[in-house]
């Protein structure tokens, strides 16, 4: 195998040191890691100052839309005029999208400082004051006036910065008595029932139409006219193909405000079992009907009952196939019927995305079928996502669990092979949620991972979820819940160094693409394939190879899956030579990023010894995410001044976990504090230099007074990072 700079070893001689690498800690074998309660405070800042020091908003066209609707050309985003167009996006949530006014124009100056472009809109249809739903009816068909300007102000600040928007329509919405909604009380969301309950389909219409022909006074244009709103989403985690294969099409729900995931109510199971059977005659032959009657011992003109997922394994083929197609069918219906009344009754100019791909624990290729008939597929995944406890009574929240491992350990499982599953050919694929929940001890591993393979994928677009789920300039310096970056000093320091990775395209796309194509008949019988062949379900499918190459579906309605070999390799490397994950025992796992302007050491990074072509890093913290990023358009060698994040654990003051480190049993409270990085990094190739410097930053991303010089060794430079802080600016004076 040819060796690269990703295999050269990092001696103590080639950093210009005496000492060895510091013993990485095996956070696995029973040792618990050194509680942060006595390490240093670090609160996230949101300035209205505008002079951060690792200000990447450089990379935004600012006011956002200017030149017209972003687009797709050769199956990508892009600008009007052709040029490649690329999301590094966060969500808001709820109260979160609806800002005072007063800091609307604060957050948005900040998160272009961050490198984000693209804010997609989540929740907003809840009633006031978490959405924009009015609250002083007994329906929910009217919006709130004053949360509608806090909407339109945003959108326009965000605009204004060079920030385009993505608008949720259905996500959240709860029915009331008023909207003629029948058995109201037992829907929850009403997941899987917006696709085909005629009331329901009704009102998900009339919302669109108030939103999307509202018209923002401060931009002067309605939602569905505005070139700053660059995607329109159906609906969220919902699919109706999905409700099947979980159990939640049986019609046992009797209990009120049952929440998110719930079974249906007997009503609408009953609705659709009678949909069925007029669906069938048509399209099947009396004597199959007669022979699945005969099979559940039914008489001769009895409705034929839906199947439950405890019946699938034993189905006959022929039974099974029809009801997989029945509820596919209404998918498709659903997402083409939406799509031609958003764009000839409402005028929507933006591109249309139906649902993502979320549960990867199970097929998508389902979901897909219907989804990928419109403008843009999309993902879901989350590293580790918090298994709830709930009251059986109330269906409350009682408590959380998470693995609490580290995802470089295990790549073949990793957020970066679920994701790929679902990118198809000819198509902006983007990733509308992800991210490694609070309190995982190893999220400084997420974005920067992302970043790296998101670009190598071709992918179109990422949004971190979430930003928030209140107003951010509001919120206490601490980490208030498993999916806030605001406060996170962790993520919000890696999201500047993730934008140039993947926005400016630091990291090249892969030189090849492999294609593949499912019959109809194998994308049903997905449905029935065990959990162990996830995340890919397409059996022989080496799940290494989406680290290697591009992936990327060609049909759902083709020729039958080709065969496919991997390499077995260790590192699995990219096959441009700029990405390699290493993997082996517990806690050595460990990805390397390697290019001009952008590299990074991301996980065990003391146990690996790996050096890239401008850095070489000895570490004492035995788990961390390392980055070192050209702030200018130059490579690494020549940029005049560098970006390092160094980021490892972060908890809240006062956090404590429980004794099997899989739960908290206090979440803490402000400020959060820092594992500060222990690491002495040697910048290497570096041209005509005569001195350099890095500066610490603070949590609004302001340099400290005082500079670090590094000291000359060799052809290289030293520098020692031991400050309480997650990041440094470094400056090259030549």
């Known amino acids: 195998m040819k060796t690269t700079a990703l295999d050269l070893l990092v001696y103590p001689a080639l950093l210009g040191l005496s000492s060895g690498f510091a013993a990485s800690v095996d956070y696995h074998a029973g040792k618990t890691p050194a509680d942060l309660a006595s390490q240093p405070a670090f609160a996230v800042e949101w300035p209205e100052r505008v002079d951060a020091a690792a200000d990447v908003s450089f990379l935004l066209e600012a006011p956002a839309g200017k030149s017209g609707h972003i687009r797709i050309k050769d199956g990508h985003l892009a600008y009007p005029d052709g040029r490649r167009f690329r999301i590094w996006g966060v969500n808001v949530t709820g109260p979160g999208a609806l800002p005072a006014k007063e800091n609307a124009p604060r957050i948005a100056a900040h998160l272009a400082r961050c490198g984000v472009n693209g804010v997609r809109f989540h929740f907003l249809d809840r009633p006031a004051p978490r959405g924009v739903i009015a609250a002083d009816r007994n329906d929910t068909r009217g919006l709130d006036a004053a949360q509608m300007d806090r909407l339109d102000w945003f959108i326009a600040a965000l605009k204004q910065r060079g920030i385009y928007s993505d608008l949720n329509l259905n996500v959240g919405r709860s029915y009331q008595a008023g909207d003629g909604v029948k058995d109201h009380e037992l829907l929850g969301f009403a997941k899987a029932l917006t696709f085909f309950d005629a009331r329901l389909l009704e009102l998900q219409r009339e919302y669109a139409r108030q939103l999307l022909t509202h018209r923002n006074p401060y931009t002067g244009a309605t939602y569905a006219q505005e070139p700053a709103v660059m995607l329109i989403e159906f609906v969220n985690e919902n699919s109706l193909i999905e409700a099947w294969k979980d159990g939640r099409l049986r019609g046992k729900n009797t209990r009120k405000n049952p929440g998110t995931w719930t079974d249906i109510p007997a009503s609408y199971a009953a609705d659709l079992t009678d949909r069925f059977n007029a669906w069938l005659p048509p399209k099947y032959a009396a004597e199959v009907l007669r022979r699945w009657r005969e099979q559940e011992g039914l008489a001769a003109d009895a409705p034929i009952p839906r199947l439950a997922p405890d019946q699938f394994a034993k189905a006959p083929a022929d039974r099974f196939h029809a009801e997989a197609e029945f509820y596919l069918e209404i998918e498709r219906h659903f997402y083409l019927s939406m799509a031609k009344f958003l764009r000839e009754e409402l005028g929507v100019k933006a591109l249309l995305l139906g649902n993502s791909d979320h549960g990867h624990s199970r097929t998508g290729y ?21 298994s709830y406890q709930t009251d059986p009574q109330t269906g409350r929240q009682t408590g959380f669990t998470i693995a609490n491992t580290p995802m470089v350990d295990a790549p073949f499982s990793s957020t970066v092979v679920g994701l790929s599953r679902s990118a198809f050919a000819g198509k902006p694929y983007t990733v509308s949620e992800v991210n490694h929940p609070f309190p995982n001890e190893y999220a400084c591993e997420g974005i920067p991972i992302l970043a790296a393979y ?29 999916f806030d970056l605001a406060m996170d000093p962790v993520k919000m320091t890696q999201l500047p160094a993730g934008a140039l990775m993947f926005l400016r395209g630091d990291v090249r796309p892969a030189a090849r693409t492999l294609t593949r194509t499912y019959t109809r008949e194998q994308v049903r019988e997905s449905l029935r394939l065990p959990a162990k062949d996830r995340p890919y379900f397409t059996p022989g499918f080496p799940p290494g190879l989406p680290l290697q190459h591009a992936s990327r579906i060609a049909s759902l309605d083709g020729p039958a899956t080709g065969t496919f070999t991997g390499e077995d390799a260790n590192p699995l490397r990219s096959d441009t030579g700029e990405l390699a994950w290493h993997f082996g025992e517990r806690a050595t796992g460990l990805v390397a990023v390697d290019t001009e302007r952008s590299q990074a050491l991301i996980g065990f990074v003391g146990m690996n010894r790996v050096r890239l072509k401008n850095l070489a890093v000895e570490v004492q913290t035995p788990f961390s995410a390392i980055t070192l990023s050209a702030l200018d358009d130059r490579p690494i060698a020549q940029a005049e001044k560098l970006l390092v994040t160094a980021t490892a654990r972060m908890a809240n003051s006062g956090m404590e976990w429980n004794a099997k480190r899989n739960s908290l049993e206090k979440r803490g409270a402000a400020p959060t504090r820092i594992e500060p990085v222990k690491a002495t990094l040697r910048l290497s190739g570096l041209e005509n230099v005569r001195q350099v410097l890095a500066a610490p930053l603070d949590g609004a991303a302001a340099t400290a007074a005082t500079q670090q010089a590094a000291a000359r060794s060799g052809d290289g430079w030293v520098l020692q990072l031991n400050a309480p802080t997650t990041s440094y600016v470094v400056t090259i004076r030549r």
């Open 366 to 386: 389902p979901q897909l079928l219907g989804t990928s008939l419109l403008d843009v597929v999309d993902g879901h995944v989350y590293w580790q996502h918090p």
């Open 454 to 482: 998101a670009a190598f994928q071709d992918w179109d677009g990422l949004f971190w979820y979430s930003l928030a789920h209140q107003d951010v300039v509001a919120l206490e310096a601490k980490v208030g819940g498993h």
